[in-house]
C-alpha cells in the first residue's frame, strides 16, 4: 500500500469516529428513535419536513456536541414557526353515498312520473277545450229557465260531450262575465250538442235563439175567441197558450188600427177581435213537445204580430170609408161583426142579424140594449173562469160590461175574432125593419119588428125564453 492510500485510510477511520459520536450523541436526544429502522438520511428529512416544524427546530438548535438542545415550547411565541396542520384524510361514508343515490334516482323517477301526468292532464285540456281528437258523441241537452253556469256544464258532463267540467266552469266565469257588453244570457231549450264541438261553438249554440225548420198550418176559424187560438197554437206546439195571451191581453202600440181601440178599463182583452182569421204556416217548437213549461214568448210574438198584419192589410180604404158614412169607427165594426159571426151562420142571416143591431143602435131611445144571447155565451166562456176570490169586484163590473142585457150598446169589447164577411155584413147590412130576430134548434132563423111578433116567434121555433132575474142577467 502506497503513502497515498494510507492516508485516506487513516483520514476515513478518523472521519467515521467522529461521525458515530455524533450519531450517539443524537441517539441520546431521541432515544425513542430506533437507529435500526430509520436511516440518518431519512430522519433528516423528517425533522426538516415542513409537516412538524418543531423538529426542524430541534435539528437547528444542534450546532455542536456541547450545545444543549433547545425544546420548542422554550422559544418565545413571536419567534415560533406557525405549523402548517395536516389536512385530514377525506373518509368516504359508502352508505351515505348509496342513500343519495337512491334519492336522486327517486327524485328523478318522481319528476318523470309528474311530467307524464302533467303532460296527460294538458293534452286532456286541451283537446276538452278544442274539441279535438275526442270520439264524437250526440247528446241531447236541455236548458230550463234560471238554470246556473254549473247546473248547465254538469249536464253537458253527464251527457259526455265534456271531460273536465271543471275546467269549463273556470273557461266560462273568465270569459263570459255577466257585466260585459257582448253578454247573452243562455237560452232555454233542447239542444243537439256534440263532443268535438269547442268550449266557445257549445257557449255561443246554448245562447243562441234556435232556429226551428219544420213548419205546421194551422187553421183559423172564424169566430174563434182568442183563447180558443192559443190552445190551438198550443195543441200545435207554436207556442203556449199562456204566452199567446200576452199579446192580446194589452195594446202593443205598434198598428194604426189600435189608435181606434177604446181604453176601456172593463175590456177583457184589449186586442180581441183582431187576430184575423185565416190558414197560417207557423213553426213547430220542438221543445214545446218535450217540456211543456218552455217560455215561447217570443214565439207567441211572432204569431200574434202575424195575425195582426194580416187583419190590417184586409181592411182596405173603401172599407175605412164606408165606416165613416155609417159613422162608426173600426173597433166599433169589429164589436158589432163579432156579434153578427156568432148569431149567424152564412152570409143571408149574418146581414139581416146586422141589420137588427144597427136598427136598434139607431134608436137608442127605443133599444138601449142590444139583447144579444151571444154576449152571455163570451161571458160563460171567457169572463166566468177568471173570477176569484180577489177580484170578484172587478170581474162583475166586466160581466156587466160585455153583458148586452144589462150595458148599453155595443159591448166594451168584441166578443170572438170575425172573419172578412161579417165585417162586410156590418158595413153593408140587409134594409130591414126589424128589432127581432131568433133562430130555431133546426137552424131557421125568425125575424120580427114588434115584441108581440118577436114572442109568436119563439112559440113557432119551439122555444122557450130565457129566464132572467130582475137585473136582466140570464139564470
Given at each position: 500500500m502506497d503513502e497515498k492510500n494510507l492516508n485516506e485510510n487513516e483520514i476515513n477511520e478518523d472521519f467515521a469516529e467522529e461521525d458515530l459520536g455524533k450519531t450517539q450523541e443524537i441517539d441520546s436526544i431521541f432515544p425513542e428513535t430506533d437507529s435500526h429502522s430509520i436511516t440518518p438520511r431519512e430522519e433528516f428529512i423528517e425533522l426538516n419536513s415542513a409537516d412538524d416544524m418543531s423538529k426542524t427546530l430541534l435539528m437547528d438548535s444542534m450546532p455542536g456536541d456541547n450545545v444543549q438542545a433547545v425544546q420548542y415550547e422554550d422559544i418565545p411565541e413571536e419567534n415560533r414557526v406557525k405549523r402548517r396542520k395536516k389536512k385530514p384524510k377525506k373518509q368516504i361514508n359508502h352508505?351515505?353515498?348509496?342513500?343519495?343515490?337512491?334519492?336522486?334516482?327517486?327524485?328523478?323517477?318522481?319528476?318523470?312520473?309528474?311530467?307524464?301526468?302533467?303532460?296527460?292532464?294538458?293534452?286532456?285540456?286541451?283537446?276538452?277545450?278544442?274539441?279535438?281528437?275526442?270520439?264524437?258523441?250526440?247528446?241531447?241537452?236541455?236548458?230550463?229557465?234560471?238554470?246556473?253556469v254549473d247546473e248547465i256544464v254538469d249536464s253537458l258532463h253527464k251527457g259526455g260531450v265534456i271531460e273536465v267540467p271543471s275546467l269549463m266552469k273556470m273557461y266560462i266565469n273568465i270569459t263570459d262575465k255577466k257585466?260585459?257588453?257582448?253578454?247573452?244570457p243562455f237560452l232555454e231549450g233542447t239542444y243537439t250538442i256534440y263532443s268535438n264541438m269547442s268550449y266557445s261553438s257549445i257557449i255561443d249554440t246554448l245562447k243562441t235563439k234556435k232556429t226551428y225548420t219544420e213548419t205546421v198550418t194551422v187553421m183559423i176559424p172564424e169566430g174563434i175567441t182568442a183563447l180558443e187560438?192559443?190552445?190551438?197554437?198550443?195543441?200545435?206546439?207554436?207556442?203556449?197558450?199562456?204566452?199567446?195571451?200576452?199579446?192580446?191581453?194589452?195594446k202593443l202600440n205598434k198598428y194604426d188600427f189600435e189608435e181606434q181601440i177604446e181604453n176601456n178599463p172593463y175590456r177583457l182583452n184589449m186586442l180581441e177581435g183582431y187576430l184575423f182569421p185565416d190558414t197560417y204556416d207557423f213553426y213547430v217548437i220542438d221543445d214545446l213537445k218535450k217540456n211543456p213549461n218552455f217560455d215561447t214568448t217570443d214565439n207567441a210574438k211572432v204569431v200574434a204580430e202575424t195575425m195582426y198584419k194580416n187583419f190590417e192589410s184586409k181592411i182596405s180604404k173603401s172599407m175605412k170609408a164606408r165606416m165613416k158614412e155609417l159613422g162608426m169607427t173600426l173597433d166599433e165594426v169589429v164589436r158589432l161583426a163579432s156579434i153578427v159571426q156568432w148569431e149567424g151562420n152564412d152570409e143571408d142571416n149574418w146581414a139581416k142579424i146586422s141589420s137588427v143591431f144597427h136598427n136598434r143602435l139607431n134608436d137608442p131611445e127605443t133599444f138601449p140594449k142590444l139583447e144579444s144571447d151571444a154576449t152571455d155565451t163570451y161571458i160563460a166562456m171567457c169572463i166566468t173562469p177568471k173570477i176569484?176570490?180577489?177580484?170578484?169586484?172587478?170581474?162583475?163590473?166586466?160581466?156587466?160590461?160585455?153583458?148586452?142585457?144589462?150595458?148599453?150598446?155595443?159591448?166594451?169589447?168584441?166578443?170572438?175574432?170575425?172573419?172578412?164577411?161579417?165585417i162586410n155584413a156590418v158595413l153593408y147590412p140587409a134594409e130591414t125593419s126589424y128589432y127581432y130576430f131568433l133562430a130555431s134548434k133546426e137552424g131557421d132563423f125568425y125575424y120580427a119588428q114588434t115584441i108581440e111578433q118577436h114572442e109568436q116567434n119563439i112559440i113557432d121555433a119551439g122555444l122557450e125564453p130565457p129566464e132572467r132575474n130582475d137585473e136582466g142577467v140570464s139564470q
Open positions: 352508505a351515505r353515498t348509496m342513500g343519495q343515490v337512491f334519492l336522486g334516482v327517486v327524485i328523478a323517477v318522481a319528476s318523470m312520473a309528474l311530467g307524464v301526468v302533467l303532460s296527460i292532464n294538458v293534452i286532456k285540456a286541451l283537446r276538452d277545450i278544442t274539441g279535438m281528437a275526442k270520439p264524437i258523441k250526440e247528446a241531447e241537452i236541455e236548458i230550463y229557465n234560471d238554470m246556473s257585466d260585459s257588453e257582448d253578454y247573452r187560438i192559443g190552445q190551438i197554437l198550443e195543441e200545435n206546439y207554436v207556442c203556449r197558450a199562456v204566452d199567446f195571451e200576452k199579446y192580446y191581453k194589452s176569484t176570490a180577489s177580484n170578484k169586484d172587478r170581474m162583475q163590473s166586466i160581466t156587466d160590461a160585455y153583458d148586452t142585457y144589462n150595458c148599453t150598446g155595443l159591448p166594451a169589447g168584441a166578443i170572438c175574432n170575425p172573419g172578412l164577411d161579417t
